[in-house]
């Protein structure tokens, strides 16, 4: 199934652990969280409380407002007192509250309906010393939920399905830090109402909640993680899109990389990381000492210093902060990070932020999941194409220069310096933010991210915050504070797949397009919805360049129809045991689809040695995407038996007799005349006599055969006999599924060779299938009598059935007699195969023959020091395979699992196979 991840990556990078940091070397137990469908609406939790805010909403979606009326919100330089006030809750212009004292109003506002927004205000009117005041408040209502997804721990997923009703494109949106558990989905419902205003119709839009927004991002992964696996296990008909803003976009990435590297299917294709620390936040040193000074010589008597203190030591604003007064490693600033290129080492910082972000950068070996198209954003303002990243103040804002007056009451006033981090190109720190409200005469400064409100006094501008090279992950910048379009001037790597940022105002410092950290900036905005509407990768089909069957060391060309937004190279792999293990052909750059629907990318690939009977070519794309050939097979060399396939013919005329023996009683000569759909008698049970043989193009020299059964449970071989003049198989033999090899003491030559009957029973008068496949152990091969013999694959295998569609005789084609005739010379009627001479003037010789302990191979002549050694036994079973390096290797009479092989006859050959093999004698 596929799925689309949209996560918005939380709009705060700091965010810890339910539990304990976990260390480094725990993370490999984490295990993703069980989440459950739960239809009823989301609850209310007692363990949230805004009481330092002046307007939420505290039941979980946007209609049970608590509100808190302050005269500051109103007064300023007269007292900040009033004498009365009434408060106008529902616009009606009735007072719903008159008061003297601050005391806190509960409202509850009507529930739009689903997929609306509702639209409610409330006024306060105040007399006092300055005059009568007046201020308005718009508030937005949403609906209840009607999707909710939990977790035994707590953690919630919940939101609104699109028209439909029905749960199949779901864009889910990651809680951002939330260390004291105040914010509601509804929240970030409101904050991306920009983002749901232009999201197209048909799209499921979710909420992921932690249970504890202060928790590990590793351990908060593993819950995001959950609940992508519960959407998987949907089987949804789509892929889930994930887009994260600030915190989020790094648990995000955790959890999709974590997936990729432990096999778990997270079930997306799309990554947007929106202003997400992914080389960490920066939060003004200097702010953070005089906070933590000032909690040490106040202990535990100022609530506000108390709760900045647990805040900076929560597990995850210490893996996210660069430099953290509580890391154990402060206060050790590095050179790197206050010298002139600024970041340095990009993981540069305190130790646990150092540990986390070794630990996350390697996982799924680059940090990143490899399934998913990655996007990065930022919040910042520059210019990707001319790949320069605004500064958000010129020289004179830095260099110590006072930026913040700071005063938390009872405690004297502080000036903070700026610092050149604080300017870097990227977003501000929404804790130094302006919160306007209408009607008031001054600007009221809150600590939005710690829920502190102090009184500060902003020179300049804002400090910067999560760092434009760590929204877009951005490696071996070159940094300078005094150019004149300012900061980075370039950088050498990105590992996002596409990066987006505000655009620039060169010459304004800052730009006018530079944004608050937790702003949904327009360009963020559209980008998601491009991205959403975006045709993701699709790959629909691989195709082998048509012809004969292939030979060793033949080259063909290999292509792939694409279509939609490929974002990395096409990676073409090839498999030889029906897809349990695969090798990198090669990886070719995915076309430009921006403009073409429709594209095709071809390689050419070289066939290795042969033979080998189930070959697979697959192509992968990102977004994940990938298609496979059709099974193809490789021979050793152009054989007698090149070609040939297994035929299945059911004949209706022969009565079968217990005792009787029916190798020739089908009386035909030639592929052409195989009957392969059987016919029912009536009555409860059908009897039906089978023929297997061997169908060749071209006269044949059959020594040897191998092949297994594979045939419907419904049926039963009560009998069967063979044609050969050897038999070995599997002990359970004829069941299906078993294998059987077949030897002549004289070459079969012929182009249509019996094998084997069957008598087939069925108790219910249905036949169904039967046919033959690879033998388990010794594969699907053709065997002539050369020295060492020419393996052939057997190309194809019939199919006998009573239905049409079932049925299937693969007569052989007769291909042109001098394929490949520069590579393996002509195929003479006694099966020996005129071998040119190497073009390389390369010779094979064991230098000990017979061999009794061990043997020496040297390879005389030919290009290069490394080559192939390959030792065969006599019936044409790989013994041994060496990758040599140099010009002699030493045999130690081991096969390639470690054991003593026994006397008897083998052949040695090279990976060119215009190399002459040499038989050998082992003797003991």
Same mark, same amino acid.
């Given at each position: ?226 609940? /992508?696996?519960? +959407?998987?296990?949907?089987?949804? !008909?789509?892929? &889930?899109?994930? $887009? @994260?803003? #600030?915190? *989020? ?110 630990? /996350?950068?390697? +996982?799924?070996?680059?940090?990143? !999941?490899?399934? &998913?198209?990655? $996007? @990065?954003? #930022?919040? *910042? ?544």
């Amino acid at each position: 199934m596929k799925h689309v991840c949209l996560f918005f990556i939380s709009l705060v990078a700091l965010s810890v652990g339910k539990s304990a940091f976990a260390t480094q070397g725990e993370s490999s137990t984490l295990y993703p969280r069980y989440f459950h469908r739960d239809d009823s609406a989301f609850p209310v939790s007692d363990t949230r409380s805004h009481d330092k805010n002046y307007l939420h909403h505290s039941g979980g979606w946007a209609q049970n407002f608590y509100f808190l009326p302050k005269p500051e919100t109103l007064y300023t330089g007269c007292g900040l007192f009033w004498e009365s006030y009434e408060v106008d809750m529902d616009g009606d212009s009735v007072a719903d509250f008159v008061g003297t004292e601050v005391e806190p109003i509960h409202w509850q506002y009507p529930a739009p309906p689903v997929g609306e927004i509702g639209h409610e205000q409330i006024t306060i009117t105040a007399e006092g010393a300055c005059g009568p005041r007046t201020a308005t408040f718009d508030v937005l209502t949403l609906a209840e939920p009607n999707v909710t997804f939990r977790s035994p721990e707590g953690d919630s997923m919940t939101g609104y399905l699109s028209d439909d009703g029905i749960l199949d494109r779901p864009v889910v949106v990651i809680e951002g830090v939330d260390t004291t558990n105040e914010t509601w989905p509804s929240f970030y419902m409101s904050r991306l109402l920009p983002l749901r205003e232009q999201l197209p119709p048909d799209y499921d839009l979710l909420v992921y909640n932690y249970a504890d927004g202060g928790a590990s991002v590793r351990e908060n992964a593993m819950g995001v993680l959950g609940a /992508l696996r519960k +959407l998987e296990q949907l089987d949804l !008909p789509f892929e &889930t899109r994930v $887009v @994260g803003i #600030s915190m *989020g976009g790094v648990v995000a990435r955790y959890a999709l990389a974590y997936a990729e590297e432990h096999e778990i299917d997270h079930g997306c294709n799309l990554f947007v990381s929106a202003d997400a620390p992914q080389q960490g936040a920066w939060l003004n040193v200097e702010l953070q000492d005089y906070v933590k000074q000032m909690k040490d010589l106040a202990g535990n008597s100022v609530p506000a210093l108390n709760r900045f203190s647990e805040l900076l030591q929560r597990p995850a604003t210490l893996e996210l902060v660069r430099e953290n007064v509580y890391d154990p490693d402060y206060p050790a600033l590095r050179p790197e990070d206050t010298q002139n290129r600024g970041v340095g080492d990009e993981i540069s910082g305190g130790q646990v932020y150092r540990d986390f972000f070794h630990e /996350l950068n390697g +996982l799924n070996g680059n940090g990143y !999941p490899k399934r &998913t198209l990655n $996007v @990065g954003l #930022s919040n *910042g303002a520059g210019d990707i194409e001319s790949r320069y990243l605004q500064a958000a103040a010129r020289d004179n804002w830095i260099d110590q220069t006072s930026f913040l007056r700071f005063r938390i009451e009872g405690f004297e006033a502080a000036h903070l310096t700026m610092k050149e981090q604080d300017v870097y190109a990227g977003s501000y720190q929404p804790a130094l933010k302006a919160a306007v409200f209408p009607g008031a005469e001054h600007l009221s400064f809150f600590i939005f991210h710690f829920k502190i409100g102090w009184e500060l006094e902003l020179t300049g501008v804002p400090s910067s915050y999560i760092w434009a090279n760590s929204a877009l992950d951005l490696w071996g910048i070159e940094r300078s504070l005094h150019g004149e379009v300012g900061d980075i001037l370039d950088w050498d790597e990105t590992k996002f797949d596409e990066i987006y940022i505000n655009p620039s105002t060169t010459g304004a410092w800052p730009s006018e397009h530079n944004a608050y950290h937790d702003d949904f900036s327009s360009v963020l905005v559209e980008t998601i919805i491009d991205k959403l509407h975006e045709e993701p990768c699709s790959i629909t089909s691989v195709q082998i360049e048509t012809g004969p069957p292939l030979v060793a060391g033949e080259v063909r060309t290999i292509s792939a129809d694409l279509s939609g937004r490929c974002a990395r190279d096409v990676e073409f792999l090839v498999s030889y045991d029906e897809g349990h293990t695969w090798e990198l052909i090669e990886s070719v750059p995915a076309p430009d689809m921006d403009t073409v629907p429709n594209a095709t990318v071809e390689i050419e690939w070289e066939a290795p040695a042969g033979p080998r009977d189930h070959c697979v070519i697959k192509a992968v794309g990102v977004p994940f995407a990938e298609a496979v050939s059709e099974p193809f097979t490789i021979s050793d060399g152009i054989g007698p038996n090149y070609g040939g396939t297994l035929v299945l013919h059911w004949e209706p005329s022969i009565v079968y007799t217990a005792g009787e023996e029916y190798c020739g009683a089908a009386a035909i000569q030639s592929c052409d005349e195989v009957n392969a759909k059987v016919e029912y008698e009536g009555g409860v049970s059908g009897d039906w006599l089978l023929h297997a043989f061997a169908a060749f193009p071209t006269t044949s020299r059959l020594a040897a055969v191998s092949f297994a059964l594979d045939y419907h449970h419904f049926l039963e071989v009560d009998d069967y006999g063979t044609c050969a003049d050897f038999e070995v198989t599997d002990s359970n033999w004829p069941d299906s599924g078993s294998g059987a090899s077949l030897s002549w003491e004289e070459p079969v030559e012929s182009t249509f060779v019996p094998l084997y009957w069957f008598q087939v029973h069925s108790d219910i008068n249905e036949f169904v299938y039967f046919t033959t496949k690879r033998h388990p152990g010794n594969g699907g091969y053709f065997l002539d009598d050369s020295t060492p013999p020419v393996r052939s694959p057997i190309v194809d295998h019939g199919v006998v059935s009573y239905a049409a569609g079932g049925v299937h005789v693969p007569c052989p084609e007769t291909w042109v007699a001098d394929v490949n005739r520069d590579l393996y010379g002509d195929v003479h009627g006694d099966g020996t195969v005129d071998r040119p001479p190497s073009p390389t003037g390369a010779t094979l010789i064991c230098e000990q023959n017979p061999i009794r302990s061990r043997a020496t191979f040297s390879r005389q002549g030919g290009d290069g020091d490394r080559w192939k050694l390959q030792i065969f036994d006599a019936a044409g079973a790989l013994v041994r395979s060496e990758e040599v390096r140099g010009h002699r290797w030493n045999w130690d009479m081991k096969s390639n699992d470690g054991e003593r092989v026994p006397t008897g006859v083998y052949f040695a050959s090279t990976d060119d196979p215009r190399v002459e093999p040499v038989k050998l004698a082992v003797v003991r």
